[in-house]
Structure formats: structure tokens, C-alpha cells
């Protein structure tokens, strides 16, 4: 065994917002350090930098959102075994397998200075371990044997590289459309919700209504948790709290705030976007300045009024769950989802 | 339909050292055109950076090795159905991910002048592209529908990883052992070529020692080919052919040639191997004097005699198979894989 990471210690929750979640965390806890032991366990190799470089971004991966639907899921539909488990391990292992590749840097991200995990280690073993991560995630998943769920994996891995494709081909492209941008974002985001979602049902062996039913719960909510996300990074709320903000700004990430605010601005407005966004060219006054333009175009306002929309249809997807505390938590994480840009 | 690449339409064999892969590839001439015909099939996106991308690494990708070794076998087998072609084509996509994601750089990294595949389209591209062709394989594994056939891929992936990551950690560093070296060319090369010929035996339901056999054929046919490709990097009758040379030596990839040398050279030699391949600090004349080091203790000999030692090992890993044209095949391979250092 290499690096120890005690997950279990979890930090206090800090911030308010943070408590729709605490019903779900709570309703699985058990079950989620069961994962924990299951990702500790398959980030092992014999190759010390692996569980080094693994556990470094598993272990400041967050709140576990992904693995805690799944689980949360399974025990809504009845499921009383320990299948569930390894999927939400595997599941988790597919989402960090994403950040490490997403992480990677060009040439040209130097100059915006962008600074992420892996610029502790560089590009290569990020990308190698990622490699490596999504291998424990295609071995779990062979180890519980169900051609149907490996499928699943399968096809969600695929359409999650074409979403991160996708995303490479909209960045600095200030004519990049709404609907655009909702591709990304269900591609690279979403379809991982629904799958963690789906595989919770599918152990149950839930009929295929109910099971189209969670796939699409996790669809919408992952739209709306990616919505509120890009909306976040250009939240004063976010900076007051000490989070980072203004990444996607200085990217050159085009996000829905700014893909309203570019399409419902004047010729000037728009030279700002281009010169700031395509052409990478940012003063330090600018990002204030994008926020303005933001403000004026009520761009955030009506990011989070779609994400809303997106909450509300993940709400009905569970209508046709009877109520007990699972369902109950799985609808307060879209509350969570929404209301933590407030 | 994005790109239209034409696989058929191969090069004429310009080398006289391709030779001994000719019967074999005549041999498997039709399964190779269907697995081509995969190939394109499966590296299709609407995303249409990724046929692109994809088909520029997959039509350069040369030789085909790896898929032909899985074809051969299962026909030495005497496997009738078609089950051995998807599964090459899954093979050349692990491989081809591989190679993308081998060409990922490090700032560092262009410090020396290295120009890969990704320098056309940055290193992102390359690294989603490539998770994009491993889902793919994924995917052909699944539709395989094999748990088997997927355990050893999902295997295989996880220790390709381990051995990228083995190979990071062993650059630039001098005091890398022959056992250390070799570790990490059995787990990122030889494994694959393993599991392309071990996959052959598994479709044609051969019995356990049969395939040990094929698998153990594979793998040390696997360090002989690179042992030989690693040995060619300093290889003046490759530059005569035009081929690039010198490529390990400027990005401090320490190989056996580099092992046997530093160790066996005095502490002068071996001031000159810490400042040029530990330190990266290279004048022009330094790839001249390396290859002049390596004469000197016959190193580049020795490297090849290694390969000779595994190839005769390949050679009997088949000897309980029958004579059959597809086993003299795989037979030549072995001369193939060590006579083009010739």
C-alpha cells in the first residue's frame, strides 16, 4: 500500500449551503465509505506515483456527488446488495479519470496562467494516471460482470471524450450558440450523471420505465449542476466565500453567461468578447468589466432561470418513485444543485 | 461519414527487411481489410476533430502488427468465425490511444525540440482523442460480449498505464537498472503484443496450455521488438534509410543501450551520460559521441543479442502447435522483429 488518505475525515462543512446535500450524505454513509475503501483499494499499484498522484485529486475530488446518487439510487429501488458499490466506485474513478485529462495544459494555456493539479507533476503522468484510473474503472466494471452495465460505461466514456471535444472546439469561439454549449455540457457532464443514476436502477433490476426515469433525473441535474457551475465562476457570492473565480474568463471557456451576454450586446460589447475571449487578450480590469456586461444582460440571472428548468424536470423524472427518505434526499440535491449559486 | 482514409491503398514495401512480414500479412490479407473496415467504422464521431485526428495517427499508424498477430493466431487456431477481427481492431485502438498519449509534452519537453503528431493539434486534442479511441475499444470489447476477453483488456490497459508511468519515472535517470528497463518495456509494449496473440487462442477456445503458449509467444516477442526498436534509435543504418534517429537520446529516454554503456564505462563516460540525458543539456555533437560510446562497449551488439535471447523464447512458446503456414508466419515475425536491425 502506498499514500494513506484518510477520506472518512471528512472537513467540516463550511458553508450553508451545503446542507440539502447532508439528508443523502447521511442516508448512505455507510455505504459511500464502503466506496471509499473500494477507490483506495483499486488506486493502489505497485508504481508509487500512481496512489500518489491518484489520491492527490481523489482525495480533494469534493463531495462525492456522482458515487452518492448512485448509492442513493440503489437503496430508492430496493437494493440490498453490494453491487452498487463498486459501481459508484467505478464512477467516480471515470470522473477523475476526466478531471486529470481535462487538467492538461497547451503552450498556449501557460501564457493565461493557468495553474491546475497537474502543474505540481506536469502533463504526462497526469494523462498517464488518468489512463490508469479509467482502467481500475473498466476492471471494476468487468468484475461485476453485467455486460449490460459495461456497456453503459462504455458508451458514457466515449460520449464524455466527445463532449470534452466539443468543449476544445466551442473555447474562445464567441459564436458558439446556446444550443451548442447544451451539447457540451450534457456530453461532458451530464451523461455521467445519468449514468451513475441508471446503474443504481439497474442493480435493482428495475423495469425499464423506472429505469429510463433515474437515467433521466441525472441527465437534467447534471445539466443544471454544470449550468450553475459556469455560472458560479463569475459570482461575486463565490469570491466573497474565497472561492476562485473568473477560470472560464480567462480561458477563454465560453459558458452560457457569456454566450447571452455576447449575443444580447452592441458591436462594442461584442469587440470586448472577441478581443478578450477569442483573442486572449485580457487586462486586468477586463474580468470586472465582463461581469458588468454580465449584470446588465441579467446573463447570470437567466443561466440559473435555466437551470431551474432543467431541476424541474429532473424533480418529475422521480415522480413515479413512491416517497421515502432516499427520494426525498435525491430531490433536495437539486435544490442543492441550484441553490448553492445563491 | 467524416474523413475517408484509404487503408487498403498501403504503401509499397520500400524495405527489403519487411520481407519476413510478407506471408504472414498475405496470409491474413482479408481479415485485415475487415478489420480496417472496423477500424473506420468505430473511429467515426459527429464530433468531426475526432475521425480526423484519429485517422491521421491510425493511417500513419504503419505495419499493423498487432491486429495481424491476433488475426494469424486465431486462424493457426483454426478459428472459422469473425469474433478475432473486432477484437484486432480493439488491439490497434489501445495501441493508437497509447501513441497519442505518448506524444503528450511537457513545457520541458520543448525545451528539446521534440515534434510529434500533437504538435499539429496541441496536446489536449491528442489526449481526449485518445480517451475517445479507448472507449471505442471498449466498446468493440463489450459487443465481444466476452467477461474474458474483457478482464484481459481491462487488465491490460490498467498495466500499459503502469508501464507509461514506470517509463517517466526511469527518464533521465542513469542509474536505471536492466531489470528496471525491462520492467517497464514487458508492462508498456510486450503486454499487449501478450494479449493480441492470447486473444486469438481465447476465440478459437483453445485449452489453458495452449493458451499460455500464444500469450507467452506474445509478450517475449513483445520485448524483442522493443529491445530492437529501442536499439534502431541509434542506429546509423536507420539513418541511412532516412528514418529519425536520435530521439531517445534527446529526450533523455534512458534504454538498454544507454543502461549497458553507462554502467560499463568510467566516470567520465558516465559525466557525459548524467549531463546529456539527466540534465538534457545537448550540444550538437553529443549524439555522435553517445553512438561512439555505445560501439565502444558494444552495447548496441549486446541490446540485439538480448532481443535474439526473447525471440528464441517467442520461438518456443509455439513449438506444441502443429506446422501450419500460420505458425511459419508468426515464426518469421520473430526474424521480422530482430533482422531489421540488420
Redesign the interface.
Known sequence: MGEIIQFDKEAPAALADDATLDRLQALVAEDLREVNRVILDYMQ???A??PKLAGHIIASGGKRLRPILTLAVARMCGYSGARHVSLAACIEFIHTATLL?DD?????D?RRGKATANAVW????S???G??L???A??L??TD?S?KV??I???T??V???G???Q??TSNDTDTSEAAYLEVITAKTATLFAAACQLGGIVAERPANEEEGLKNYGLNLGIAYQLVDDALDYSAREAELGKSIGDDFREGKITLPVVLSFRRGGEEEREFWRRTMEEGEQTEDDFERAVVLLERHGAIRDSLERARHYGDVARDSLAIFPDCAEKQGLLEVIDFCIRRAH
Do not use: T, W
Not at 492538461?104 to 498556449?108: L, P, T
Open positions: 499499484s505497485d508504481v506515483l500512481i485529462h492538461v495544459i497547451d503552450e498556449s501557460l506536469g502533463n504526462k503522468p494523462v498517464l494516471v489512463d490508469f479509467f482502467s481500475r473498466f476492471q466494471s468487468v460482470g455486460l459495461l456497456g460505461l462504455a458508451n466514456s466515449a464524455l471524450a466527445e470534452e471535444v466539443m476544445l472546439l
